[in-house]
Nanobody, 118 residues
Framework: QVQLVESGGGLVLPGGSLRLSCAAS????????MAWYRQAPGKERELVAT???????LFADSVKGRFTISRDNAKNTVYLQMNSLKPEDTAVYVC????????????WGQGTQVTVSS
């Protein structure tokens, strides 16, 4: 039932920055966790960053120090700030949410394309 809609992707030069947004049709304060995944052609889907209900965050080694994940509970939106972008960051970035109390559910967004190229 929860819908996730990503935005903010696009074409950026190496070393540039982008901020991705994931707007949820639900109260993200109650979500167990949210995350950003990415998938490039010919590669497996990679977990980029997660944020839990309590605010704990985790990042893939490949993006540590460059990416941050944050949320705005009032707007039911999660963000992925991407700095110092590299060509290898090029991928479709997908928002994920895990929610529910006694019964758990998964929701996935449609994805937004990020291309880092000179």
């Amino acid at each position: 039932q929860v819908q996730l809609v990503e935005s903010g992707g696009g074409l950026v030069l190496p070393g540039g920055s982008l901020r991705l947004s994931c707007a949820a049709s639900g109260n993200i304060f109650s979500f167990n966790a949210m995350a950003w995944y990415r998938q490039a052609p010919g590669k497996e889907r990679e977990l980029v960053a997660t944020i839990t209900r309590g605010g704990s965050t985790l990042f893939a080694d490949s993006v540590k120090g460059r990416f941050t994940i944050s949320r705005d509970n009032a707007k039911n939106t999660v963000y992925l700030q991407m700095n110092s972008l590299k060509p290898e960051d090029t991928a479709v970035y997908v928002c994920y949410a895990n929610w529910g109390t006694l019964i758990k559910f998964d929701s996935w967004g449609q994805g937004t394309q990020v291309t880092v190229s000179s």
